[in-house]
């Protein structure tokens, strides 16, 4: 069983876009937690760690079955913040028997990922979260859909800024998904399909109502929604434009809407809008969702914690829970 108190969370890609605010995110979460920055610049890496405090430094090599870690050194967690084709980094969490956060797969890359959990189901717990906003705007929806009786859709948006730019890693990736992947997975009329135009883009309206042109993602939030709530309709989509706060002179901060058609608890049945806004932008949502999934599978979430599995967030976190985090954290959550 992993020891939390006396080993360390590692970031791998920590000193990155994504790794560095999910490092940062965590540390406010828990002050006393012991924190290894996982990278290969070594002056970065020791920037952060003075910055976030009760850290450590490790240089990584993502060749080596070792990761080119120290072997005497205890980990309880291992967080991929980068891209790992060969998946070294799985096997050295599954080789140790502590949980693992997979954050950049499409829907149709996580083969080999379930590949390793089949050979060895009783390892350790592995997160599936490249899902968008470190699984944010899913569990989000989860949360509203908790109102409704009956869910027929949950459409989710995104509108990126211009000014809130994707992290070098995050860029190549979805460069990758855009050159070898497959049509946009949705689900249309009960039926899990891969979309082709028209079905694969629509107009979106974003916090001050402005129309935007949106094309569907193939990103795991599709999974998680459409089996979580049997909907016959579920998408993502993601629309770069000028957000509401650009607009208004405070900076880019990056808008989720989420969309549920349905009938409520209370009888009223419709298409129900709830906005997420986070000020910080869209990496920053992100670190949040990344850092709860970290706390949860440590146990420091008010549920125990898994010692094996295969999970999507929605089958770890506590919707409610992350709701919580996210307005602790200063990100808007409304009902609009
Ligand atoms: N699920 C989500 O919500 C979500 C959100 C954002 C990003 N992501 C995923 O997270 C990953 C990182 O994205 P990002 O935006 O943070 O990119 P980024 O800013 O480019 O950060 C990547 C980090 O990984 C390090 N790195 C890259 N290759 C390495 C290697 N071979 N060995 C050691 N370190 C290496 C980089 O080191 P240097 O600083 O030395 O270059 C950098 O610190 C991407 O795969 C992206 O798809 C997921």
Do not use: C
Request: charged share 20%.
């Amino acid at each position: 069983m992993t020891d939390t108190i006396n080993s360390s969370v590692l970031i791998l890609g920590a000193t990155g876009s994504l790794g560095s605010r999910t490092t940062r995110m965590l540390r406010k979460l828990h002050p006393d937690l012991s924190i290894t920055i996982g990278a290969r610049d070594m002056e970065k890496a020791a920037a952060l760690a003075s910055e976030v405090g009760n850290a450590t430094i490790a240089r990584l090599d993502i060749a080596a079955s070792d990761l080119g870690l120290d072997p005497g050194a205890r980990y309880s967690i291992v967080v991929t913040a980068l891209r790992d084709h060969s998946l070294n980094t799985l096997r050295y969490a599954q080789a140790r028997g502590i949980p693992y956060i997979a954050l950049s797969d499409g829907v149709f890359e996580l083969g080999p990922i379930v590949a390793h959990h089949a050979y060895h189901p009783q390892a350790s717990p592995i997160l599936l979260l490249g899902h968008s906003n470190g699984g944010s705007p899913t569990l989000a929806a989860l949360h509203f859909a908790r109102d409704f009786e009956t869910v027929e859709a949950v459409e989710i948006a995104i509108l990126f800024d211009p000014g809130d730019p994707f992290g070098a890693v995050s860029g190549k990736d979805l460069e990758r998904i855009e050159k070898i992947g497959p049509l946009p997975l949705v689900k249309e009329d009960g039926q899990w399909q891969w979309a082709r135009a028209p079905l694969s883009g629509r107009f979106i309206t974003s916090v001050d109502g402005s129309p935007h042109a949106a094309q569907a993602a193939g990103l795991q939030d599709v999974l998680s929604l459409g089996t979580a709530t049997r909907a016959a309709r579920v998408r993502i989509d993601l629309a770069v434009g000028l957000v509401a706060s650009s607009k208004e002179g405070r900076g880019p901060s990056n808008e989720v809407i989420i969309e549920i058609t349905g009938t409520q608890k209370n009888g009223t049945s419709g298409r129900f809008r709830y906005e997420l806004i986070d000020p910080e932008g869209y990496a920053a949502m992100s670190a949040r969702g990344a850092a709860v999934a970290i706390e949860t599978l440590l146990g420091l979430a008010g549920r125990d914690r898994p010692e094996k599995g295969l999970f999507l967030p929605e089958t770890l976190v506590d919707p409610a829970h992350l709701v919580k985090r996210l307005e602790g954290y200063g990100v808007t959550v409304r009902a609009a």
